[in-house]
Structure formats: C-alpha cells, structure tokens
T-cell receptor, first 114, second 115 residues
C-alpha cells in the first residue's frame, strides 16, 4: 500500500533556482528518507531524518519533518542541470513492529534547465 | 563492496514462460526488498525479507509471483507463468535493519518485458 505521496508530481525550474518537493504520509514512522533516481537507474539514498528530528542538512539539501502533519519537504538550493532526476520519499514505518520496511511514494520528477 | 547485484539487467520473454530474477545483497546486510516500478503504479514493495525470512509479502500481486532467500547472499523472484502486465523494472535493495541508519541500497534493476 502507498505510504508516501510526493507533491508536485513534476517540477521544472531554471538552473540556480531552488526546488522544493513535499511528501505526505499516513502512519507513524521511525524515520523518513529521500532518494534520487536518474532515468533507467536504481535509487540512491540522499538523506534520512528520524522521527524525533525536525530539520536536517546535507550540502545543498535541506529536509524538514513535521510529524504532527505527517509531512516532509526536500529543498534543493542553487539547483544544477545535473539535479534533473526523480525524487522519492520513503517511510520506515513503525506500525506492526515492521522497522526497516521501506514504503516509497510515486516521486517528483524534477527538471532543471540550464 | 560491489553493491547490490541484480541479474539479468534485461529480460524479454514470451507470455506464459517462467522468469527468474536474481539478487545478491550487500554482504552483512540483514534485510532484502524486492520492488516493482511502472509508470502507472510507481515503486511498489513486493516482498521484504529480514534475516532470510519473509516478513511482509502483502505486495506480491498473485500466486504467479514467488520469492525465496535461501541464504544471506542470494534471493530470487520468480514469475510463473509470466503475463504482459508483469512488464516493469524490478529492483532489489538491501539494508542493515537494527542499525541507526536503515538506508536502503538499490541494485540497477532488471527490466522485464513480457510479449
């Protein structure tokens, strides 16, 4: 069953602009993760935020988590053409003791134009 | 480490044939996932193993699909008989559950086309 839902489904921006993607989920979680997928390739882990954290940074990435709203956002600052990819959120759900069971959303397709 | 290794990378088969997809997880990881990705349904979790034991197979579409993990270094996903609607990219991923960081590492996927 779908847990995370990303928004928007597609996003097109110019190089240098910031890109913000949102993720909503339904159940309580241990952590939430963001992954990137280049066309035709496997997913690559970007960043993980635990349920007791509210914000996390990694290079040009900033992730926020609001457990009361069951939502997260991924901000990519100063975007580059090489950031063009699909971005997915994944929840490590705590329900039923199934820690480690990663459920992915449908992703946001980001296009960064040079 | 070479990462998660999947084989084959591409598979084209005729409807009704048996298809076997293979996965070698990262050494030392205790969890393995099989996902299916299509344009329509996105990335769906099919089955999740922990310490070689299937924990959640609720995503397996129907009895035509089966997955095994005979040991910590190998897993298979079998479709018998295959149908055109099974055409998708199948990903295997592994992780170390129980650590403070349950990030998953994905293989490159197997693109399955059933004609």
């Amino acid at each position: 069953s779908q847990q995370g839902e990303e928004d928007p489904q597609a996003l097109s921006i110019q190089e240098g602009e910031n890109a913000t993607m949102n993720c909503s989920y339904k159940t309580s979680i241990n952590n939430l993760q963001w992954y990137r997928q280049n066309s035709g390739r496997g997913l690559v882990h970007l960043i993980l935020i635990r349920s007791n954290e509210r914000e996390k940074h990694s290079g040009r990435l900033r992730v926020t988590l609001d457990t009361s709203k069951k939502s997260s956002s991924l901000l990519i600052t100063a975007s580059r053409a090489a950031d063009t990819a699909s971005y997915f959120c994944a929840t490590d759900a705590s329900y039923g003791g199934s820690q480690g069971n990663l459920i992915f959303g449908k992703g946001t397709k980001l296009s960064v134009k040079p | 480490d070479a990462g998660v290794i999947q084989s084959p990378r591409h598979e084209v088969t005729e409807m009704g044939q048996e298809v076997t997809l293979r996965c070698k997880p990262i050494s030392g990881h205790n969890s393995l996932f099989w996902y299916r990705q299509t344009m329509m349904r996105g990335l769906e979790l099919l089955i999740y193993f922990n310490n070689n034991v299937p924990i959640d197979d609720s995503g397996m579409p129907e009895d035509r699909f089966s997955a095994k993990m005979p040991n910590a270094s190998f897993s298979t996903l079998k479709i018998q008989p295959s149908e055109p609607r099974d055409s998708a990219v199948y990903f295997c991923a592994s992780s170390l559950v129980g650590s403070t960081n349950t990030r998953a590492f994905f293989g490159q996927g197997t693109r399955l086309t059933v004609v």
